[in-house]
């Protein structure tokens, strides 16, 4: 069973940015494709970027590409999302998420994923 705990949210105001985290325990993170998924208010949760588990390969969803940024620290059994140049859309909370398939592919429809944390609540607002 694995662990995940996300931090980093915050309040910021539009055009700002923040670095969220994800620990992660319980499994082989090195051999771990992750990705961070997020949900706003009413909406379903969303996918928003994934990295392979070497670091060699990352996909975002079309609303963040340019302006979001996803790594791993695999010593560490982290991940991380730098978010810049946020806007109000973007207010949701975050969760991370491991998919073992292969290392190589992170799947990006939330109900493929049986176990959540507790997410980091992102807001932007002026």
């Known amino acids: 069973q694995v662990q995940l705990v996300e931090s980093g949210g915050g309040l910021v105001q539009p055009g700002g940015s923040l670095v969220l985290s994800c620990k992660v325990s319980?499994?082989?993170?090195?051999?771990?494709?992750m990705g961070w998924f997020r949900q706003a208010p009413g909406k379903e949760r969303e996918f928003v970027a994934s990295?392979?588990?070497?670091?060699?390969?990352?996909y975002y969803a079309d609303s963040v590409k340019g302006r979001f940024t996803i790594s791993r620290d695999n010593a560490e059994k982290m991940l991380y999302l730098q978010m810049n140049s946020l806007k109000p859309e973007d207010t949701a909370v975050y969760y991370c998420?491991?998919?073992?398939?292969?290392?190589?592919?992170?799947?990006?429809?939330?109900?493929?994923?049986?176990?959540w944390g507790q997410g980091t609540q992102v807001t932007v607002s002026s």
């Open positions: 998420n491991a998919d073992g398939t292969s290392g190589l592919t992170f799947a990006t429809m939330a109900s493929w994923f049986h176990s």
């Open positions: 319980g499994r082989t993170f090195s051999r771990t494709a």
């Open positions: 990295i392979t588990w070497n670091g060699d390969n990352t």
